[in-house]
């Protein structure tokens, strides 16, 4: 028995595809029908059955049937497609993050915490947002357009600030960012 301290198991790829036939002819269906409804073919075909609907107007008086047509089919096109397109986000974006975290894994240097990192919570992501945003401020002014920067170093930036503000009372002075940046242009010097 697995003690609380081991890591959760993955589950293995093969179990990750659908194992019945009704499952695997919905996924290959559903992948055909998003390709077909993003074509050209696709959205001539639903101009045509507009100008078709409505060329039949005059046909059925314009009654409330010949719009209860194009409204009922329509929606239940509408209900299908929200689920499909539903669906094809999710592949998408399961399949950029793999990218990502491969390329996340194969740079060295590059923080393995990133691994995986859709799996945290919305906190903990706007918290990692903030120590990138100070890491496009640092980039920003950069004058070596190669000169790398890294999380860590964002944190440690952040730590040296916090333990100067008690020092100063608590209070930054007015005009702390223009030392910060002088201060961070000599030392590039």
Not at 39 to 66: N, Q, R
């Amino acid at each position: 028995m697995p003690s609380p301290a081991d890591p959760p198991r993955r589950r293995p790829l093969s179990t990750l595809v659908p194992a019945s036939a009704l499952g695997r002819a919905l996924e290959r269906g559903s992948q055909w029908v998003t390709r077909w409804t993003g074509s050209s073919w696709a959205f001539s075909l639903a101009a045509l059955i507009i100008v078709v609907w409505l060329c039949t107007g005059p046909l059925f008086h314009f009654s409330d049937t010949w719009q209860l047509v194009i409204n009922t089919g329509t929606t239940i096109i509408t209900f299908l497609m929200v689920f499909l397109i539903q669906r094809a986000q999710n592949k998408d974006a399961l399949a950029i993050q793999l990218k990502l975290n491969e390329i996340v894994a194969a740079i060295r240097g590059a923080s393995n915490r990133l691994i995986d990192i859709e799996d945290l919570s919305e906190r903990e992501l706007m918290a990692l947002h903030e120590h990138y945003r100070e890491l496009a401020t640092l980039a920003k002014g950069e004058r070596d357009l190669f000169r790398s920067h890294s999380v860590d170093e964002a944190r440690a930036r952040h730590e040296e600030k916090s333990r100067e503000a008690p020092a100063r009372g608590g209070e930054r002075p007015h005009g702390h960012r223009g030392r910060s940046l002088r201060r961070r242009a000599k030392l590039r010097h």
